[in-house]
């Protein structure tokens, strides 16, 4: 009965974001298009709705091509560990009141583990592809990962500060009166810009420059491996937009007080972690792409001593208004 639960609850999270990943898609696509001035996909169903199924199915049917210099078992196993990582941060992430997988005391602790495993399916598939081009591509991405994970982390600091715990249900338990985005906005843009280099996304994109790296670590991926990247790389992004959700945007709570239903604040939960991801596709829109240098002269020299400076002042009020 135990283990039957248990795969009932893992079922209820996985297929939720496999499904968000898949539209999330479409909706990037349609709203990119509307940016643009252009059409988006609206063959395949009623205004496209069908168009990530049959991607999908596209993707999944297609061949799968090892080149003969690679190392074939890391070859393979390198978007399965990227795609299990990247579903395994889930684990900790509450959605509303009781609704977790995980209500773990090291929640923070937990998602920063998972964050620092990713680079190593990145590395792997670089290295075993046996290519120069995807090689670049996995060092590009890993010094722009971990760079930018120290910044996070500061951040995240500064968050915990404020609720006292490390707990993701308590951080959002500590904004029901206040959202921590108020008296941490500085930290709430930092994070946003941080997440978006974190997982690789435009104008952050350096790892995937066409013009340089052709697509980067996954050049030599196609069919199953491509897509399982691609879900990874999706999952991260929508994982992001709920941590920023859960650490600065109040969770399930609404901004003028608690909201008790736990399928409402579920709602208001989806609502908020859905502009979070219009954040991330309008940058995709509207901005050109970084070169590598001013990439990494944000990350050490702008970002990383105003978030340990922050973390400083923050800690500064907090005493002086405890009186320790």
């Known amino acids: 009965m135990y283990f039957l639960i248990r795969r009932r609850k893992t079922l209820g999270v996985i297929v939720p974001v496999l499904l968000s990943i898949a539209y999330l898609t479409l909706a990037e696509r349609k709203v990119r298009g509307s940016i643009q001035r252009r059409r988006g996909p609206n063959v395949i169903g009623m205004y496209g709705v069908f168009t990530p199924l049959a991607d999908g199915r596209k993707l999944l049917l297609k061949e799968t091509i090892v080149p003969m210099a690679a190392n074939q078992s890391l070859f393979r196993r390198a978007p399965i560990l990227t795609f299990v990582l990247a579903l395994c941060g889930w684990a900790a992430m509450p959605i509303g009141e009781g609704m977790v997988y995980a209500d773990r005391n090291r929640g923070v602790i937990y998602r920063f583990a998972i964050s620092s495993l990713a680079v190593y399916g990145i590395m792997i598939a ?3 592809s046996n290519s120069k081009y995807a090689f670049l591509g996995a060092l590009r991405s890993a010094a722009q990962m971990v760079s930018y994970e120290v910044s996070i982390g ?12 490390g707990n993701l249900t308590e951080i959002v338990r500590g904004q029901e009166e206040v959202w921590y985005v108020r008296p941490l906005f500085p930290m ?5 810009v ?6 690789n996304r435009h104008p952050f994109d350096l790892p995937e420059a066409e013009a340089e790296l052709v697509s980067g ?4 991926y196609s069919a199953a491996g491509f897509t399982l990247f691609f879900l990874g790389e999706y999952g991260n992004m929508i994982l992001m937009c709920c941590m920023t959700t859960v650490r600065f945007l109040g969770g399930w709570y609404l901004p003028f007080g608690r909201e008790r239903g736990r399928g409402i604040g579920a709602r208001v939960f989806g609502v908020k972690a859905r502009w979070m991801l219009m954040g991330f596709v309008w940058a995709r829109a509207a901005y050109p792409r970084y070169r590598y240098d001013q990439l990494m002269r944000l990350g050490w020299k702008v970002f990383l001593p105003l978030s340990l400076g922050w973390v400083g002042r923050t800690s500064g009020i907090l005493v002086g208004r405890n009186g320790c």
Do not use: Q
């Not at 500061?154 to 715990?165: D, K, N, P, T």
């Not at 941080?194 to 997982?199: H, N």
């Open 194 to 199: 941080s997440a978006l280099a974190e997982t």
């Open 154 to 165: 500061f951040i995240v600091i500064s968050v915990m500060r404020c609720s006292g715990s």
């Open 217 to 220: 670590y996954n050049v030599e």
């Open 188 to 192: 709430w843009r930092r994070f946003f």
């Open 126 to 128: 670089g290295w075993s």
